[in-house]
T-cell receptor, first 112, second 111 residues
Framework: NAGVTQTPKFRILKIGQSMTLQCTQD?????MYWYRQDPGMGLKLIYY???????DKGEVPNGYNVSRSTTEDFPLRLELAAPSQTSVYFC???????????FGQGTRLTVV | TQLLEQSPQFLSIQEGENLTVYCNSS?????LQWYRQEPGEGPVLLVTVVTGGEVKKLKRLTFQFGDARKDSSLHITAAQPGDTGLYLC???????????FGKGTSLLVTP
């Protein structure tokens, strides 16, 4: 029972570098989400997807890009990393509105 | 973005004490979920409340949804160190496609 799997768990980037955070789920969920969580804060939505080929911006999309070529995978791309992107990133999925969301264990990213 | 206000932001109590945390909004919820997040982990669902006035119990945790569906509370009886964590209330956005989180209540229960 893998659920939602995120990789890597930790990463240190230099300013201006790029990277992709991977997220995959094996529950055949249509809805997938990327959140960031800063200290003392709740989770802020970056991007979400309601199905393969469909993505949309959340509350804080600037500096990020996503794609959804398959139901299972929802990678998050950081281009030109900035210190403001230092955060813990969570991927989540669910069947749809008002249903239980399942979260990955998170990726702790530091940009220096 | 529909704001979810959670209070208190931090709570430190001793084992055996009772506590209540609150989640409020100016707009009506279609439903509301409570999650608990332990350090280094992602949030995990505790309960979903849907009907105004609804009360759900999960062992020592009691969840209540306000009659007007604008607020919810979580009451923990005889708190234990294992209850330590960040408690988050969550609702669907107006579009229904995204989950909006409150900032959470960080609970520390000491032996």
């Amino acid at each position: 029972n893998a659920g939602v799997t995120q990789t890597p768990k930790f990463r240190i980037l230099k300013i201006g570098q790029s990277m992709t955070l991977q997220c995959t789920q094996d529950m055949n969920h249509n809805y997938m989400y990327w959140y960031r969580q800063d200290p003392g804060m709740g989770l802020k939505l970056i991007y979400y997807s309601v199905g393969a080929g469909i993505t949309d911006k959340g509350e804080v999309p600037n500096g990020y890009n996503v794609s959804r070529s398959t139901t299972e995978d929802f990678p998050l791309r950081l281009e030109l990393a900035a210190p403001s992107q230092t955060s813990v990133y969570f991927c989540a999925s669910n069947r749809g509105p008002d249903t239980e969301a399942f979260f990955g264990q998170g990726t702790r990213l530091t940009v220096v | 973005t529909q704001l979810l206000e959670q209070s208190p932001q931090f709570l430190s109590i001793q084992e055996g004490e009772n506590l209540t945390v609150y989640c409020n909004s100016s707009s009506v919820f279609s439903s509301l979920q409570w999650y608990r997040q332990e350090p280094g982990e992602g949030p995990v669902l505790l309960v979903t409340v849907v009907t105004g006035g609804e009360v759900k119990k999960l062992k020592r945790l009691t969840f209540q949804f306000g009659d007007a569906r604008k607020d919810s509370s979580l009451h923990i009886t005889a708190a234990q160190p294992g209850d330590t964590g960040l408690y988050l209330c969550v609702r669907n956005s107006n579009s229904g496609y995204a989950l909006n989180f409150g900032k959470g209540t960080s609970l520390l229960v000491t032996p």
